[in-house]
Nanobody, 117 residues
């Protein structure tokens, strides 16, 4: 069993930045992929993939966050990051960290990001 704990969310003004962290309870080196999903708290909103990173370092981003968000992982610290710049009100959501072990997907409890003036 693996626990994933997100941190770094909060309230920020449009154009601001936040860095989310996802700390794993064990080594993340063996995970096939890790990433971030988000879900806006509005009726009918689906959870959407924001960014992912493979164990080889390949990254993938949603079109809506390309050139603004950067995903990275520090295997030595067992931590996944999401640097979010030039935040927009539409980025407001609960952000969830996940880890894909190829057998099981693990999820964090989520951290709220609110972009508002």
């Amino acid at each position: 069993q693996v626990q994933l704990v997100e941190s770094g969310g909060g309230l920020v003004q449009p154009g601001g930045s936040l860095r989310l962290s996802c700390a794993a309870s064990r080594s993340i080196f063996s995970f096939y992929a890790m990433g971030w999903y988000r879900q806006a708290q509005a009726p009918g909103k689906q959870r959407e993939l924001v960014a992912s990173i493979s164990n080889l370092g390949s990254t993938n981003y949603a079109d809506s966050v390309k050139d603004r968000f950067t995903i990275s992982r520090d295997n030595a610290k067992n931590t996944l990051y999401l640097q979010m710049n030039v935040l927009k009100p539409e980025d407001t959501a609960v952000y969830y960290c996940y880890a894909d072990s190829r057998l099981v997907d693990y999820w964090g409890q989520g951290t709220q990001v609110t972009v508002s003036s």
